[in-house]
């Protein structure tokens, strides 16, 4: 007897739909799966075997061969149990072959015949919905997922004998009702608000620049004053992810295996906060199959390195093609994977290693130990970091004060009203914000009068910028335009950006004096 059911894999964040052989022969006794496959597929066998007897069901003692096609692709991860499970016993005419037809099997199997949930499901059904698949059987725990998907009906299950038991007719299984992906306003709240921050003014107007024009930012000042404090409130004043993000934001969580059994689209950006020892395949993605790593699980969000220069050499460097490109490229040799990284990179670090410059009645530090503490950060990283600003300490003054301080709900709505203008700038034409313009748009969208230009010419020369920091310049520029509401780019939206780049030669030089 043979048989042939689909199941699908995750190769990345993206699907691709397997076709699962099975034969039965005359010969020894044995189960034998085939088609480059990883080890735990090739363990799965006794598995299997046990979850098909626990369910109620035996397989004669004949000779069993699975093939897993196409062979061109490595097979791995445990979502193949459950269709080969169901090839194998329509092999023994338990179900009839033609009820298999425009169905798809995920799911990884226990001893006693539950279904247990696996990663990327909703990267798989939607890959199954393009190829034109009509039911999909999988965990119960994975329905979240696969329900928002239309034009496909979705089947969840506990146990293997389920499946048999509706594919014979028994007992049938109750069809999920899908999930509305409708765009619906969400009520704004803010349980981390800005306006629990005193003081801090220009950082919070840096941060606002940020968030509007999703520039990367890097905030530099002593313990104790605020820096965590302002990154954890930045998601509550970013705009609202569309649907295209919400599906890209999910397949990445789901690919990852982060996300919490039975729920579904995620609907607020990601906020990642990992810790300064993590490793550099942690942060941008890897391992022998890989994962998405820290800045692909906050793509939409906010990516937030606290103690930034305390974060290993390699980590750091290897943000710098991800942070350019935005998305990240690993090479394996049995295949390439992209996973897109653009996420809003929110830094924050000490000035110097005691943590108290310029304040020299604290800070011991002599000068060559301040210059030897910034460059454990590189140039090209600094480069990358579009916005800086210099956090102070809070004095008395502004701690004690209880008026007219810039909560969230104001800077949110300044920054809705940017992106809305960027959205209509960028229609058609593949980018949202004025960070993501090339060379071509930035000539396009950033002209400059001709005091403008004097200006920056000047500065360009002086401060030895770079063509890079040129660019990032102009683009802050126009997004505090934006903020502004103007149509053109003026002299003081160039030296507000200004303001905020790092000098190259050491900290605290002549842009903060």
């Known amino acids: 007897m043979f048989c042939k059911v689909y199941t699908a894999s995750c190769v990345g964040i993206d699907g691709r739909i397997v076709q699962v052989e099975a034969d039965m022969s005359n010969g020894l006794p044995s189960l034998h799966i085939v088609g480059e496959i990883s080890s735990e597929v090739r363990e799965a066998g ?70 247990v949930p696996v990663k990327g499901i909703l990267s798989m059904i939607s890959k199954a919905c393009e190829a034109g698949f009509k039911n999909c059987f999988i965990p119960w725990e994975n329905v979240g997922e696969a329900s928002i998907l239309p034009n496909i009906s979705v089947y969840g299950i506990h146990f293997l004998r389920e499946v048999i038991w509706h594919l014979q007719g028994r007992k049938k299984l109750m069809k999920i009702q899908r999930n509305s992906v409708e765009t619906i306003p969400l009520e704004h709240s803010y349980p981390l ?8 003014e220009l950082a919070k107007r840096c941060i606002q620049i940020s968030a509007a024009g999703h520039h990367n930012l890097l905030m530099i000042g002593p313990p104790g004053s605020g820096k965590t404090m302002m990154a954890e409130r930045i998601p509550y004043i970013l705009p609202a992810m569309d ?72 980590a750091v460097e290897a943000l710098r093609q991800p942070m350019e490109a935005g998305e990240v490229f690993l090479h394996r040799v049995r295949g390439d994977y992209c996973f897109p990284a653009r996420p809003l990179v929110i830094a924050a670090m000490n000035p110097c290693r005691c943590g108290y410059y310029p304040d020299r009645e604290r800070c011991r530090c002599t000068a060559n130990q301040i210059q030897s503490y910034m460059m454990k950060i590189s140039g090209p990283i600094m480069e990358r970091m579009d916005l800086c600003v210099r956090v102070n300490r809070v004095d008395y003054h502004h701690m004690a004060e209880r008026e007219d301080i810039l909560d969230s709900e104001h800077m949110r709505l300044a920054i809705e009203r940017a992106c809305g203008i960027q959205r209509e700038r960028f229609r058609n034409t593949g980018i949202n914000y004025n960070s993501e313009m090339d060379g071509g748009m930035t000539g396009t969208f950033c002209v400059l009068d001709q005091e403008s230009r004097s200006f920056l010419e000047k500065a360009y020369e002086q401060y030895h910028l770079s063509a890079r920091v040129y660019q990032k310049l102009l683009k802050a520029a126009r997004t505090i335009a934006d903020l502004e509401g103007e149509p053109c780019i003026r002299l003081e939206h160039i030296t507000e950006a200004l303001c905020y780049r790092l000098p190259d030669e050491t900290y605290g030089g002549a842009v903060w004096d």
Do not use: W
């Open 243 to 314: 649907l295209e993000e919400k599906m890209i934001v999910t397949k990445l969580h789901s690919a990852a295996g982060r996300l919490k059994p039975g729920s579904g689209l995620i609907q607020k950006r990601p906020f990642r906060h990992p810790h300064h020892t993590v490793s550099d395949k942690a942060l941008v993605g890897g391992g022998t199959v890989p994962i998405p790593g820290e800045i692909s699980l906050a793509h939409g969000g906010v990516l937030f390195l606290d103690e930034f220069t305390e974060f290993s050499r390699s």
């Open 193 to 200: 608000d800005f306006k629990d921050i005193r003081g801090q």
């Open 46 to 115: 006794a598995r299997i075997r046990t979850a098909i007897r626990n369910s109620g069901y035996t397989l004669p003692p004949k000779r069993y061969v699975v093939n897993l096609a196409p062979a061109d692709f490595r097979k791995s991860g445990t979502g193949f149990e459950l269709p080969i499970a169901v090839a194998l016993l329509c092999c023994v005419e338990q179900m009839n072959p033609e009820l298999l037809e425009n169905s798809i099997f995920i799911g990884e199997l226990g001893l006693n015949g539950n279904v």
